[in-house]
């Protein structure tokens, strides 16, 4: 993904039925290579849309609290719809449990995309059940809450089964299945009001913790303080989706809840198919990187194969964070993590437009719309409806107002406003405080004894109202500071459709302004450019709010949270059997390894050195290797049965330096340009028989680059040239790398005996006859004796060894033609060079890749890092030594 341009957007209408067309296209195609599918998509929420009740428990005594106050005695004897029903016994007289379903209020659009799928496939919705209710009211007439730990299991065995038999609106029978995670409830409230309302909810709406948090003050105030219980409910939800999980089903995560499931589901079933969807805002990443959890959240997220954001620019976002804090390579593929490649896309999320259509036509709407229009007869309403949350810009789109008001005096007693707030995620006094002294001072300085300006009311309207309210609106503005998806603007359009036809003033800020173009976009922070739309939406005329309105229908209509759903299932199928979705490959054998290394009487170590037996520095000169590293290569070195031979892109030079003093190694340098067997203190030269011209062109090329990368360097190799950017700006060097690879390939590469390698953070130049596999069958072929290989390599430049070593299954010996490295060497004598048969058979073979489980890959296994490389030579060092004592 070219992180520096923006790409062209195209109109265009999505058509549900066309996208599922393309689903079951795909998935026929899918089924036709033999992957597996289901049927079944794993939804994973952080709650259930269901609010669960528990009206009598297996366990006595936990619903039953004293009333405060007490009750007073009455001579009025109570009314029989007042008490509550007797406790269900069983025929044992034992409490038997019992649970009430309701549906939970809020992500409406999500629920509803995801519900609607159940045409096509079976729904598995997991998520928390949420604070369980009692069916006692508290004193103030609050519900009473049941801690978690009072739940006996049969009683939350009662719910699941009760869950199991839930329909909700519009659903079909049987094709969706809810399963809950049950949370202890200290955790779930760390997890939910501590970091993900205070710390991340923030940070994703640019801002930051400390800006928000009412204990920001406090001397151990820390952004990490709620870390432990978002960690512990991400692992609950990933072992949880692994109770439910079968081979074939699509899994999506959805939102910032539950960042880090992805790469623990991966870690539990490697070749799972995972898409991650972010409803909010992405920052830029100089204000994520502020996180201190930073790389932690990354690194959690990129286990999906698919990670998908509203918008493009928050996608943008999301992949310039990955490469400046993490270090990743992005590419048009995404990003590449150790070999995992995680695919970065968007689609905006829709509201259900047939069902607020349907509740538009409630018989409670049309006398409020009514009552509203009688009321304020001869004046424009502009209404504004939004969370009392500082990111909704609710105290900026009031000093708008204001200014609409005194740029545009003779709309003085022509327009009021209508501010309906509800509450936010957390409450905030000092704001609700602002706004109110906000609301009090334009009534005042513009309000008269016949007419108030601004009608402010801070609750939960009902739907009726709601519905009535954006039918009889002039003019909408919603105008957040920052928002992923707004549904208030999408249910005006469609509550438009059969009044007024009003323009909506938006701001730009929010995940669907991309695609609601005819709205009259605007800067929420330029008030002037704000009251400027106000008053240019009041004056529109009907035949522009009329080809305004119809365009915005048509988006709003066929964009639906119905369309968003299966797009997601699309765009999931989309990546499987693709570059991301690699094969698994296995984990080295240890055991199996031993059996065959103490079987034969001569083996071979072919090992790459940088990301295989050290780490990937930021200096490569300081890339030495430990003390375990030594002691293992100098105990495979001495053992008489092994040949040992470190083949890597390093210069002779540096090798000699840190591995030259391990008397029974054998090297190779610079991609199998030279080579020094073992005892041997001479470099063989491989390339001098090579047309070697080309490097002075390549040479001027890479300074051509270097001056305009700081912090890029150039290193001259005997065969090779590398142009090294690991210390430049990431996303610059990334950008640069690519603009000179091109040029290379089509201006150079072409005319000379060259190739073009793409390594990590580097571009290097070689000769096409060298590399590293012709030296493994250099190798191979002069020792055809070798019963044993272990091979080890991390990029591609290891690849050419696996390559070498790939021969077919077969069970009887391996026969080996003479490779191109042993005729370079040739000296002008007659030589001839004929087939030899290997002692090798092809299970005796140990190429191992390092890194991720799914990294494409032509090794037979794979180990995570560095580290494990050298505990298994250690391992086989040991095995050395107990031999030697036989």
């Known amino acids: 993904m070219d992180s520096f341009s923006e790409p062209h957007r195209v109109s265009e209408t999505i058509r549900l039925d066309d996208v599922t067309a393309a689903v079951q296209s795909r998935e026929a195609d899918l089924r036709a290579k033999g992957i597996p599918l289901s049927g079944r998509v794993l939804h994973v929420c952080h709650y259930l849309p269901i609010v669960a009740t528990l009206e009598s428990s297996s366990r006595a005594g936990i619903l039953s609290p ?22 269900p016994h069983d025929a044992a007289g034992e409490l038997k449990p019992k649970w009430s379903l309701s549906a939970r209020h809020g992500h409406t659009a999500m629920i509803s995309g995801i519900r609607s799928l159940s ?28 801690p978690a730990s009072s739940v006996s299991e049969e009683d939350k065995a009662a719910l699941e089964e009760k869950i199991a038999a839930y329909k909700g609106e519009d659903e079909e029978k049987g094709r969706t299945t809810y399963v809950p995670v049950w949370l202890d409830d200290k955790v779930a409230h760390g997890h939910y009001d501590g970091y993900c309302k205070t710390t991340l909810w923030p940070l994703f709406h640019y801002l930051l913790w400390q ?16 870390w432990a219980p978002y ?11 692994l109770d439910v999980y079968q081979p074939g089903d699509l899994v999506w995560v959805h939102d910032y809840h539950l960042l880090l499931v992805p790469k623990l589901l991966r870690m539990m079933v490697p070749d799972v198919c995972i898409g991650l969807f972010v409803h909010t805002p992405w920052p830029s990443s100089e204000v994520f990187r502020c996180l201190p959890r930073r790389k932690e959240i990354l690194d959690g997220m990129l286990g999906a194969n698919l990670v998908c ?35 970065v896309m968007h689609t905006p999320v829709g509201v259900d437009a047939v069902r607020v259509a349907r509740d538009l036509l409630r018989p409670g709407v049309d006398p409020k719309l009514q009552a509203l229009l009688k009321l304020y007869t001869g004046k424009k309403i502009i209404i504004g409806r939004d969370k009392l949350d500082v990111v909704k810009g609710v105290v900026q789109k009031l000093r708008a107002f204001a200014k609409l008001l005194r740029d545009y005096p003779e709309w003085i007693g022509k327009v009021v406003l209508i501010q309906v707030t509800s509450p936010a995620l957390s409450d905030s006094p000092k704001l609700e405080r602002q706004v109110s002294e906000l609301v009090s001072s334009i009534n005042g300085e513009y309000g008269s004894l016949d007419f108030i300006p601004v009608h402010h009311y801070h609750q939960t309207i009902k739907k009726d109202e709601f519905y009535a309210l954006l039918s009889a609106a002039d003019l909408g503005v919603i105008t957040p500071l920052r928002d992923g998806m707004n549904t208030t603007s999408m249910e005006f359009i469609i509550a438009q459709e059969k009044t007024k036809k009003s323009p909506l003033v938006l701001s730009e800020f929010m995940g669907i302004s991309s695609n609601m173009t005819e709205a009259l976009q605007t800067n929420p922070w330029n008030l002037g450019e704000v009251a400027a739309a106000m008053h240019r939406g009041l004056l529109m005329s009907q035949p522009e709010k009329d080809e305004r309105h119809s365009k915005l229908h048509t988006v709003v209509t066929t964009h639906t949270s119905h369309t968003w759903a299966m797009m997601l299932v699309k765009m999931l199928l989309g990546v499987m059997d693709s570059q991301n979705m690699a094969r698994s490959t296995p984990v080295l054998p240890t055991d199996h390894m031993l059996q065959r290394y103490h079987s034969t009487g001569k083996r071979l170590f072919l090992l790459d050195y940088d990301g295989t037996l050290a780490p990937i520095v930021k200096t490569p000169s300081m890339a030495v290797p430990s003390a375990d590293t030594l002691a293992a290569l100098t105990q495979l070195s001495a053992d008489p049965k092994n040949l040992v031979y470190i083949i890597s892109g390093r210069d002779g030079a540096f090798l000699e330096e840190h591995l030259g003093h391990i008397g029974g190694l054998g090297m190779s340098a610079e991609h199998g340009g030279f080579m020094r067997p073992p005892g041997v203190k001479e470099w063989t030269n491989f390339t001098e028989s090579l047309d070697m011209e ?23 190799k005997k065969s090779s040239i590398t142009w090294h950017y690991r210390a430049t700006d990431p996303e610059w060097g990334q950008f640069q790398c690519r603009q000179c690879q091109d040029l290379l390939e089509n201006n150079v590469a072409h005319k000379r005996p060259i190739e073009v390698l793409v390594g990590k953070k580097n571009l290097e130049v070689r000769p096409i006859a060298i590399n590293k596999g012709e030296i493994v069958k250099r190798i191979l072929y002069q020792n055809p004796d070798a019963g044993f290989v272990f091979c080890a390599g991390d990029d591609k430049t290891d690849e050419d060894m696996f390559r070498a070593l790939s021969f077919p299954e077969a069970t009887g010996a391996l026969t080996m033609d003479p490779p191109l490295s042993v005729s370079l060497l040739n000296t002008g004598k007659e030589e001839t060079h004929p087939t030899v048969s290997l002692a090798l058979h092809a299970g005796d073979i140990f190429t191992t890749a390092v890194g991720h489980a799914t990294k494409r890959t032509l090794a037979k296994w794979h180990v995570t890092s560095p580290l494990e490389v050298v505990s298994e030579l250690l391992l086989l060092a040991k095995a050395s030594g107990e031999e030697a004592k036989l």
């Open 119 to 146: 045409a096509t496939h079976e729904q598995v919705i997991i998520g928390w059940t949420g604070d369980v209710e009692g069916p006692i009211p508290a004193a103030g007439g609050e519900t009473t809450k049941i």
């Open 309 to 343: 954001f509203q918008t493009y620019s928050y996608s943008r976002h999301f992949t310039s964070s990955c490469v400046r804090v993490c270090g990743y390579e992005a590419s048009s593929r995404g990003i590449d993590v150790q070999g995992h490649v995680a695919s």
């Open 231 to 241: 960690e512990q409910v991400n692992a609950e939800f990933a072992r949880r989706i």
């Open 66 to 87: 004293p009333p405060t106050p007490p009750q007073q005695h009455s001579d009025i004897p109570p009314s029989p719809s007042n008490e509550a029903p007797p406790a």
């Open 211 to 226: 800006d928000v948090s009412p204990t920001s003050q406090s001397a151990s105030f820390s952004a990490d303080e709620h």
């Open 694 to 716: 080309w490097m002075g062109e390549v040479l001027e090329v890479f300074k051509y680059y270097t001056e305009r990368t700081t912090g890029s360097h150039i290193e001259v």
